[in-house]
Nanobody, 121 residues
Framework: FQLQESGGDSAQTGGSLRLSCAPNGYYGVFCMAWFRQAPGMEREAVAS???????TYADSVKGRFTISKDNAVTTLYLQMNGLKPEDTAMYYC?????????????????WGQGTQVNVSS
């Protein structure tokens, strides 16, 4: 089970980007999540979506980011609006079954290679 992110780019403060994550197989039984990691910082959870579509967000992105999945084409998305310079990071897609603590990196065994987001002021 492999994950491939895309959509990372440079944007200005207040701009928008949409990230995509394409698993190479059926992911209906997995909890899916987005994490990010800035240089010198620990990887942090951004948002997750479970098997029934329940979403959870980090406080820092609530109201600005939206996680969703398109079951028809097996793709996970992260719509990012109102971007801020502090959103600059490498963004990773993660997946696993039976996730209890959505924010915990240890809960996820499947990771993508990451896609870079840079937000300038």
């Amino acid at each position: 089970f492999q994950l491939q992110e895309s959509g990372g780019d440079s944007a200005q403060t207040g701009g928008s980007l949409r990230l995509s994550c394409a698993p190479n197989g059926y992911y209906g039984v997995f909890c899916m999540a987005w994490f990010r990691q800035a240089p010198g910082m620990e990887r942090e959870a951004v948002a997750s979506i479970d098997t029934v579509g329940t979403t959870t967000y980090a406080d820092s992105v609530k109201g600005r980011f939206t996680i969703s999945k398109d079951n028809a084409v097996t793709t996970l998305y992260l719509q990012m609006n109102g971007l801020k310079p502090e959103d600059t990071a490498m963004y990773y897609c993660a997946a696993d079954a039976g996730v209890d603590l959505w924010w915990d990196v240890q809960e996820y065994h499947y990771w993508g290679q990451g896609t870079q987001v840079n937000v300038s002021s």
